[in-house]
C-alpha cells in the first residue's frame, strides 16, 4: 500500500493512468470485434477482417481526436462547447424529421443526400451518430454554462435559463429515437450538477421530472418511436415489464430471446472461458454480438477472470477522472472531467447491467469495446480532453515546467501546459461611510480631537493677526 500510495502521489500519476486504462480498454475493444465478428464477416462476405479493418481505421480516426484534444487548452474547449451543440441539434432534427417524413409518406427517409435509418444519419457514403455528438456537446456548452454562473447556481432562475430548455430539448431529440442514449444523457448531466454543488431539492426536483419524461419515452414507442411501430407492440414497455416480472422462457418469446442468450453465453464461459475466438453463441445466435452484447462473448471467451479485468479497467478510468476532476483549479476543467467521467462509466454500468441481467435492456454500446465508429471517435475525445486536464494539474504542470521534455516532444505530443496562476489576496472592503459626507465626518473628528475647552472658543471673528495665532 506503501508503495501504491507513492506511485499515486507522483505529479503525472493522473495522465498515466488516463492513457493506460483507456489505451488497455481499446486494444480489448479490438480484439472482441474481431473475435466476435470474423465468422459472420467471411460467412457473408469472404473477409474475416472486414469488421476489424473498419473499426481499425476508426480506432486511428479516434487517436488523432485524442491527440488534437489534448492539445487544446480550456478556453479552446468552452468556445467550442456552443458551436457543437448547434451542430449536434441541427443533426438531431435533421434526423427525426427524416425519419418522420419516411413514416409519414411511408418512403425511404431520404432527402438529397441525406438518409436516416434508426440512429444513423448518413451524407452519402458517411455516417454519424448525431447522439453520440450531443454527449460530448453536452459536457462541454453545460461545464461552460455552469462555470460562468458560479454562485447564481443557488437560485431556481439561473438553473432554468438557459440550461433546462436545452437540456430538455435534447432528451426530446434523442429519446425519441434512443431512449438509452437519453439516460446516459441524464446521468451526465446529474453529474454535471453535482459537481456544481447543487442543492439536493434540485435533484429531487430532477427525479420526479426525469421519471415522467421516461415514461412518456416508453409510451411514445406504440406511436413509432424508435425501433417500434403504430399499432404494434409497445417493445419499450415490454422490456420494462419482462426485467421487473419475467414471464417463463416458454412464454417470454421474442422479448428475452436476447437476455436468454447473453445469460447462456455467460454460463458456458466459466471461471476461466472458452478461449479467444472460441464462442458458440456469435454463430448468429446472440443478437448484436459485436455492439450491444459484447460483453457477454468477453464473459464466454474469456470467463469471469476477463470481465473482473475489464471491470478494473472502468473502475481505473473512474477512478483517475474524478481525481483530475478533483484536483484541476479551473471550475469549467472540474465541472467538465466530472461529466465525462459520469458519461462514460454510467454508460458502461448500463450496458453491463443489461447484459448480466441487473438491468432492462437499453441497447446501449460499451465504450471503448464495442462496434461503432461514431461512439469510440467521441469517446477517445473526450479522453483526450481529460488527459489535457490531468496535464493542466498543479502538481503536473509545475513538475513538467521543472524538467520539461525535449523540444520535438512538446511539438509533436503535447505543449507544457499553463502554469498555476497564484491566488491573490481578496481586497479589504471599504468602511461604509453611510450618508454623511466625507468632509464633514471628517471635521467631527477633528472636533473630538481638539481640546475640550477650545471647541467653543472656535469663531470667525477677531482680526487676522488674532486669527493666525
Known amino acids: 500500500m506503501a508503495a501504491l500510495r507513492g506511485l499515486l502521489a507522483r505529479p503525472l500519476a493522473s495522465y498515466y493512468l488516463l492513457i493506460s486504462s483507456a489505451g488497455l480498454l481499446l486494444v480489448i475493444g479490438l480484439t472482441m470485434v474481431f473475435s466476435a465478428t470474423s465468422v459472420k464477416a467471411y460467412a457473408e462476405e469472404g473477409n474475416a477482417f472486414a469488421a476489424l479493418t473498419k473499426q481499425a481505421i476508426f480506432a486511428v480516426i479516434g487517436i488523432v481526436a485524442f491527440w488534437a484534444c489534448q492539445r487544446l487548452p480550456a478556453r479552446t474547449f468552452r468556445v467550442l462547447g456552443g458551436p457543437v451543440l448547434g451542430l449536434s441539434v441541427a443533426l438531431l432534427v435533421l434526423l427525426n424529421l427524416l425519419l418522420v417524413y419516411g413514416r409519414l409518406f411511408k418512403t425511404d427517409p431520404k432527402i438529397g443526400p441525406f438518409e436516416a435509418e434508426l440512429l444513423w444519419l448518413y451524407l452519402g457514403p458517411i455516417g454519424l451518430q448525431p447522439s453520440e455528438l450531443a454527449k460530448f456537446a453536452m459536457v462541454l456548452w453545460g461545464a461552460d454554462v455552469i462555470a460562468r454562473k458560479g454562485v447564481k447556481l443557488g437560485w431556481w432562475k439561473e438553473l432554468a435559463t438557459p440550461l433546462f430548455p436545452v437540456v430538455g430539448l435534447l432528451f426530446v431529440l434523442v429519446g425519441y429515437n434512443d ?11 446529474i453529474g454535471l450538477l453535482w459537481a456544481a454543488g447543487v442543492r439536493k431539492r434540485v435533484f429531487a ?14 409510451a411514445v414507442a406504440s406511436l413509432g418511436a424508435g425501433s417500434g411501430a403504430r399499432g404494434e407492440a409497445n417493445y419499450r414497455l415490454a422490456r420494462l415489464t419482462y426485467f421487473i416480472n419475467r414471464p417463463p422462457p416458454d412464454e417470454c418469446g421474442d422479448p428475452c430471446y436476447q437476455a436468454d442468450q447473453a445469460r447462456y453465453a455467460i454460463d458456458l464461459g466459466g471461471w476461466f472461458g472458452t478461449g479467444l475466438g472460441q ?18 462473448v468477453i464473459a464466454e471467451e474469456l470467463g469471469v477472470v476477463g470481465c473482473v ?6 473502475a481505473v478510468l473512474a477512478y483517475t477522472g474524478l481525481r483530475i476532476a478533483r484536483r484541476v483549479e479551473d471550475p469549467f476543467r472540474r465541472l467538465a472531467a466530472a461529466a465525462v467521467t459520469t458519461w462514460l462509466v454510467s454508460q458502461a454500468v448500463i450496458n453491463i447491467g443489461g447484459v448480466v441481467g441487473l438491468l432492462p435492456i437499453t441497447g446501449l454500446p460499451l465504450p471503448f469495446i464495442s462496434d461503432g465508429g461514431s461512439a469510440l471517435v467521441v469517446t477517445l475525445a473526450a479522453i483526450g480532453m481529460l488527459a489535457s486536464f490531468a496535464r493542466a494539474e498543479p502538481d503536473a504542470a509545475r513538475a513538467m515546467h521543472a524538467r520539461p521534455p525535449a523540444r520535438w516532444v512538446r511539438l509533436v505530443w503535447a505543449p507544457l501546459p499553463p502554469l498555476p496562476g497564484r491566488r491573490r489576496r481578496p481586497a479589504t472592503p471599504p468602511a461604509d461611510r453611510g450618508s454623511v459626507p466625507r468632509a464633514r465626518t471628517r471635521r467631527k473628528d477633528d472636533d473630538e480631537t481638539a481640546p475640550r475647552g477650545a471647541r467653543g472658543t472656535r469663531t470667525r471673528a477677531g482680526s487676522a493677526s488674532e486669527r493666525r495665532r
Not at 205 to 218: A, D, K
Open 179 to 189: 431512449l438509452g442514449t437519453m439516460l446516459c444523457l441524464l446521468a451526465l448531466v
Open 205 to 218: 426536483v430532477l427525479s420526479v421530472v426525469g421519471l415522467v419524461g421516461v415514461g412518456l419515452l416508453v
Open 279 to 296: 464462442s458458440r453463441t456469435k454463430w448468429d445466435w446472440l443478437p448484436a454480438a459485436n455492439n450491444d452484447f459484447i460483453f457477454a
Open 309 to 314: 479485468v475489464v471491470l478494473v479497467l472502468f
